[in-house]
T-cell receptor
Framework: NAGVMQNPRHLVRRRGQEARLRCSPM?????VYWYRQLPEEGLKFMVY????????ESGMPKERFSAEFPKEGPSILRIQQVVRGDSAAYFC????????????FGSGTRLTVV | EDQVTQSPEALRLQEGESSSLNCSYT??????LFWYRQDPGKGPEFLFT???AGEEKEKERLKATLTKKESFLHITAPKPEDSATYLC??????????????FGSGTQLTVLP
C-alpha cells in the first residue's frame, strides 16, 4: 500500500515562472491537506481539500497560489510567478475520514526559486 | 493567537541516556496535541495524539504526556536510530472545518553511539 506520493521531490524555478506540485493521496483517502515548511520555521497549514471541493483555504496566500483536487488524478498546488520567498518544502497529507488524528504526510516537494 | 514552543531546539544524547523534550502551548481550547517524528528529507511521521490533561501514550522507547499547558516526550534509553527532529502540534478547537494543526519548530535530537 503506497503512502502519500508527492512529485517532484525537488523543483527549481526561476523568478516569475510557475510551479506545479502534485500529491496523490493514499488509496482510499479522499481528504488532502497542504502544509508549507519555510527554512527554520514550523509547518504551516495552507489548504484542505476533498474531491472537487476546497473546504478551507485560510492558510493560503491570497495571490499567486491555488489548489485543486479533481475527481480523477492527483491534487495540485499551483504557484504562479514564483518569488524567492516561495522557496520552501511543501508537504501534502491525506486522511480517509476527514479532520482527525494522525493523518499521513508525503515526503514533500522542495521548491527552490533562483 | 495559538502558539507552540518546543525546547530545547537541539539535544545531543549518548546512547542510553534518557531525557525529555518539552512542548509548551497556548490555545483558546485544545482539541488534540500531536507528536510527529521527521527524518531529514522526509515528511513527518505520526507518533501520538493526546486529548486531555493527564493522558499518557507509549510506543517503544517513547512516552508522551499532557498537561493543561505543556506536553513532554520522554525518551528512555535512546538509540542512534532515534535521531530525528521531533515535532509537536496542536489542533485548536477554533481550527474550523479543516481542524488544521499548528506546529512548533521542533527539537532536533541526535543520539550518539
Amino acid at each position: 500500500n503506497a503512502g502519500v506520493m508527492q512529485n517532484p521531490r525537488h523543483l527549481v524555478r526561476r523568478r516569475g515562472q510557475e510551479a506545479r506540485l502534485r500529491c496523490s493521496p493514499m488509496k482510499g483517502h479522499s481528504h488532502v491537506y497542504w502544509y508549507r515548511q519555510l527554512p527554520e520555521e514550523g509547518l504551516k497549514f495552507m489548504v484542505y481539500l476533498q474531491k472537487e471541493n476546497i473546504i478551507d483555504e485560510s492558510g493560503m496566500p491570497k495571490e499567486r497560489f491555488s489548489a485543486e483536487f479533481p475527481k480523477e488524478g492527483p491534487s495540485i498546488l499551483r504557484i504562479q510567478q514564483v518569488v524567492r520567498g516561495d522557496s520552501a518544502a511543501y508537504f501534502c497529507a491525506s486522511s480517509p475520514t476527514g479532520p482527525g488524528d494522525g493523518y499521513t504526510f508525503g515526503s514533500g516537494t522542495r521548491l527552490t526559486v533562483v | 493567537e495559538d502558539q507552540v514552543t518546543q525546547s530545547p531546539e537541539a539535544l545531543r544524547l549518548q546512547e542510553g541516556e534518557s531525557s525529555s523534550l518539552n512542548c509548551s502551548y497556548t490555545v483558546s481550547g485544545l482539541r488534540g496535541l500531536f507528536w510527529y517524528r521527521q527524518d531529514p528529507g522526509k515528511g513527518p511521521e505520526f507518533l501520538f495524539t493526546l486529548y486531555s490533561a493527564g493522558e499518557e501514550k507509549e510506543k517503544e522507547r517513547l512516552k508522551a504526556t499532557l498537561t493543561k499547558k505543556e506536553s513532554f516526550l520522554h525518551i528512555t534509553a535512546p538509540k542512534p536510530e532515534d535521531s530525528a527532529t521531533y515535532l509537536c502540534a496542536v489542533q485548536p478547537i477554533s481550527s474550523g472545518s479543516a481542524r488544521q494543526l499548528t506546529f512548533g519548530s521542533g527539537t532536533q535530537l541526535t543520539v550518539l553511539p
